[in-house]
C-alpha cells in the first residue's frame, strides 16, 4: 500500500485517516461533537485525543480547536476532559502547549482546566509557572 493509499486510524472505532494523506473522515466525529447539547459528546470530544493518539502528535491542531471551543463550558466534566486533553498533549509538545495554558491563565479561564493541564510538572518549575501567570 503506497502512502498515498494509507489505512485510515482507528480511534475509539472511529475511522480517521492521517493529517498528511487527505482530509479526515468524520462525518459524525469530534467536530460535532464539539458543539453538540450533550455533555457527554462534548467531553469525548477532546478526551478522544488524549493518551496514546495525543503521543502520537497526530491530531494536535484538532485537538487544539476542539479544546478551544470548550474552554467556557460551564461544565465540570467537559472542562476536566479540556484538562486532560491539554495535560497529554504537553507530554509531546510541551512548549506550544504551555504558552497556551499560560495564555488561559492570564485571561481567567476555569482553573479546573489549567490545573490539570500543569499537572504533570512538579517542584518549582510548577511553582515558576504559577506565579507567572498571575
Not at 49 to 76: M, Q, W
Not at 103 to 125: P, V
Amino acid at each position: 500500500m503506497s502512502r498515498r493509499e494509507a489505512k485510515p486510524v482507528l480511534i475509539y472505532g472511529r475511522a480517521f485517516r492521517r493529517p498528511q494523506d487527505s482530509k479526515p473522515i468524520r462525518p459524525h466525529g469530534p467536530d460535532s461533537w464539539n458543539v453538540d447539547d450533550d455533555l457527554w459528546l462534548r467531553r469525548a470530544s477532546v478526551v478522544v485525543f488524549t493518551r496514546k493518539v495525543a503521543k502520537s502528535g497526530l491530531y494536535k491542531d484538532t485537538a487544539l480547536a476542539n479544546c478551544n471551543t470548550l474552554i467556557n463550558d460551564p461544565e465540570h466534566l467537559v472542562q476536566t476532559g479540556v484538562g486532560w486533553c491539554l495535560r497529554d498533549l504537553m507530554r509531546r509538545h510541551k512548549e506550544e502547549i504551555l504558552s497556551y495554558v499560560l495564555h488561559l491563565r492570564r485571561k481567567g479561564i476555569s482553573s479546573k482546566i489549567t490545573l490539570y493541564a500543569l499537572r504533570d510538572i512538579k517542584g518549582e518549575e510548577r511553582s515558576a509557572i504559577l506565579d507567572q501567570s498571575v
